[in-house]
């Protein structure tokens, strides 16, 4: 009979040890910390910048050109809306990546039912 240990995982050890790491996991934010996100993601510059960039999303790059060489004022305003749209995209993908993990907690939390147990530990 061979008396080597098995290598072999027991069912489950890896989706236990993701549950109890998750278990003992602290608050990832404090509530100072959620209302400055609330702050920053309903600011009302955002509606104007998100506008703006919709808007030059339906002209052609040609149009965007000759609008721009035309008028001096319109290039410094597209400069400065550039600007803001990529600082913007900036604050969405934190947002999503905020989302996405509140969602992943979120879904860990409420599958503590049927959450895997290691009844050799127990």
Not at 54 to 61: A, E, I, K, L, Y
Not at 72 to 77: E, Q, R, T
Not at 91 to 96: E, K, N, P, S
Request: proline share 4%; hydrophobic share 40%; with cysteine.
């Amino acid at each position: 009979m061979d008396t080597k240990k098995s290598t072999r995982r027991r069912p489950y050890q890896r989706e236990l040890a993701v549950w109890m790491k998750f278990k003992r996991q602290p608050a990832q934010m404090t509530l100072e910390q959620v209302l400055v996100c609330e702050k920053r993601y309903h600011d009302p510059k955002d509606g104007v910048t998100r506008r703006a960039a919709f808007q030059s999303m339906s002209r052609s790059g040609a149009e965007l050109i000759k609008a721009c060489n035309s008028n001096p004022d319109l290039a410094a305003s597209a400069l400065a809306l550039s600007d803001a749209a990529c600082e913007y995209a900036g604050r969405l993908r934190h947002l999503a990546g905020i989302m996405e993990s509140a969602g992943t907690r979120l879904m860990l939390a409420s599958a503590a039912e049927s959450a895997p147990v290691d009844r050799e530990a127990a």
